[in-house]
Nanobody, 116 residues
């Protein structure tokens, strides 16, 4: 059973920060954050693997940090220096380790981030 619940989104001014949270129904070794902006396709933002290795899309490298609390089955995304281009609905997902591919065909409800 896969259930992912995202939270932590909100409205911030450019340059601000937000932390997103994803509560998972169980442990997933590899997870990622994805986003879909207005009129855009969903894109990968960051992934974290079972050993803590991380991958970021170029546009968020150095500004976003993905982390995982395995004891609490929680995925986090610390977002700093936000820009209007980061405005999107953000989703978490279980991914195939070492890739952006989904491990399960499932999306949660997402959490909205709006940067003005």
């Amino acid at each position: 059973h896969v259930q992912l619940v995202e939270s932590g989104g909100g409205s911030v001014r450019a340059g601000g920060s937000l932390t997103l949270y994803c509560a998972a129904s169980r442990f997933f070794p590899c997870m990622g954050w994805f986003r879909q902006g207005p009129g855009k396709e969903r894109e990968g933002v960051a992934t974290i693997d079972r050993d803590g290795g991380t991958t970021y899309r170029d546009s968020v490298e150095g500004r976003f940090t993905i982390s995982k609390d395995n004891a609490k089955n929680t995925l986090l995304l610390q977002m700093n220096s936000l820009s209007p281009e980061d405005t999107a609905m953000y989703y978490c997902a279980a991914v195939l380790c070492g890739s952006w591919a989904l491990a399960y065909n499932y999306w949660g409800q997402g959490t909205q981030v709006t940067v003005s």
